[in-house]
């Protein structure tokens, strides 16, 4: 008897411990990806990404520990320039026609403080893979009307466009490359709380 009831007793933590995720899902209507690079013309061009999803797998409602996957359509890209924006899908950079998807999925997930956490995990571009850091703050959280919760997260990284095989550049008169190898990722994304099982 006493060894029913401590089986009992495990099996009953571990449904718990499993039945306690809460499945998030990017709301792109309310969210937004951009990035920044250096130009030496014209000091900075912005740009931003159309198309995106996400999904988020969290233990409660803590981003700890949270698996992630995410998708950016790279022909979505908006640089506000279209003839920039062509050469961006071009083989030079994107190549979209054989890579339409950036994909990052995480490998780890840690709180650095009070409302601020670390996404490590592996970002593919062009069919390269390399490691990245993203910085996250949980800027707000809100339960709405119908009933469901959405958060807001700000997330920041960077990451060397060589690193995925985006090499094209131009020299000037001085000698110096037009455009800089270092990207800056600034991202505002909503959460909406889809399942949560106890």
């Not at 995720?21 to 792109?28: E, F, G, I, L």
């Not at 640089?79 to 054989?98: A, C, H, I, P, Q």
């Not at 709180?111 to 949980?138: C, M, Q, W």
Request: glycine content about 8%; hydrophobic content about 40%.
């Amino acid at each position: 008897m006493k060894y029913l009831i401590l089986s009992l007793f495990a099996l009953g933590a571990c449904f718990f411990e499993v039945s306690a995720q809460t499945v998030w899902r990017v709301a792109p209507e309310r969210s937004s990806v951009n990035f920044e690079i250096d130009h030496l013309l014209f000091f900075k061009v912005e740009g931003r990404f159309k198309k995106f999803e996400g999904t988020v797998i969290t233990q409660g409602d803590d981003f700890a520990n949270a698996k992630i996957e995410g998708k950016i359509q790279a022909n979505s890209v908006y640089t506000g320039n279209e003839d920039r924006d062509k050469d961006l899908l071009g083989e030079d950079f994107f190549y979209t026609s054989k890579y339409p998807e950036f994909i990052f999925k995480s490998k780890s997930a840690e709180k650095t403080g009070e409302n601020s956490y670390k996404f490590t995990g592996d970002l593919t571009i062009r069919g390269i893979t390399k490691p990245i850091v993203l910085n996250a703050t949980l800027e707000s959280k809100k339960k709405l009307p119908n009933g469901k919760t959405r958060v807001y997260l700000s997330v920041t990284g960077t990451l060397n466009r060589l690193d995925y095989g985006l090499k094209w550049n131009d020299i000037i008169e001085s000698g110096k490359a037009i455009v800089g190898d270092e990207v800056t990722i600034k991202m505002k994304i909503a959460l909406m709380k889809e399942v949560q099982d106890f």
